[in-house]
């Protein structure tokens, strides 16, 4: 029997809000798991370190400026990648505004649309906040007793990424320690 492959070598990632937070740790994983790195925000400055970071770590990655609110910068986005590695095979789509739209139309095409649902996971944006009264007490009714730790999410995201995942499309992984079914 053949194990799933988590592999992702010879593949394009896109990820959008990788200037800091979930994003940056995303595309760190992705690269880490062997794809190719396509790491956007608005301000392409916040992305060196970041690109950097990956290359020294044996991967390939490319900055690419992107404003998800700006139809314009999203064309400029996608011909930049395009350019550099073709059309991106996977797209992390972790920053901009919530847009109802019917996407499932796209598996007749190969195109798979799953979605991570995190619960509560420590980044520096929400660490203080995580860390006070109000954040311990949030705590509290988390199943597991903790806040997630952006690694928890590696493995769904390679999942989804990944051709371990080739027959799912539609799905929605919540990785909240229990926290969604914990009022049951």
């Known amino acids: 029997m053949a194990l799933p492959d988590f592999h992702l070598g010879g593949r394009t990632a896109l990820v959008t809000g990788a200037s800091s937070g979930l994003g940056r740790h995303f595309a760190r994983t992705l690269a880490a798991a062997g794809a190719a790195v396509a790491v956007a925000a608005r301000r392409v400055d916040k992305l060196d370190s970041l690109v950097d970071e990956i290359v020294r770590e044996g991967g390939s990655a490319r900055a690419v400026a992107l404003d998800v609110n700006d139809a314009a910068s999203v064309r400029a986005a996608f011909d930049a990648i395009a350019a550099w590695r073709g059309a991106p095979d996977v797209i992390v789509n972790n920053a901009g505004v919530a847009v109802s739209r019917p996407?499932?139309?796209?598996?007749?095409?190969?195109?798979?649309?799953?979605?991570?649902?995190?619960?509560?996971?420590?980044?520096?944006?929400?660490?203080?906040?995580?860390?006070?009264?109000?954040?311990?007490?949030?705590?509290?009714?988390?199943?597991?007793?903790?806040?997630?730790?952006?690694?928890?999410?590696?493995?769904?995201?390679?999942?989804?990424?990944?051709?371990?995942?080739r027959f799912m499309t539609g799905s929605v992984i919540a990785v909240d320690g229990g926290h969604l079914v914990s009022s049951l």
């Open 103 to 165: 996407l499932l139309e796209l598996a007749g095409h190969g195109i798979r649309v799953n979605a991570i649902a995190p619960g509560y996971v420590a980044t520096e944006l929400n660490r203080d906040f995580l860390a006070s009264n109000a954040g311990q007490r949030l705590m509290a009714r988390i199943p597991q007793k903790r806040f997630g730790d952006p690694a928890d999410l590696d493995g769904p995201l390679l999942l989804l990424a990944s051709e371990a995942g």
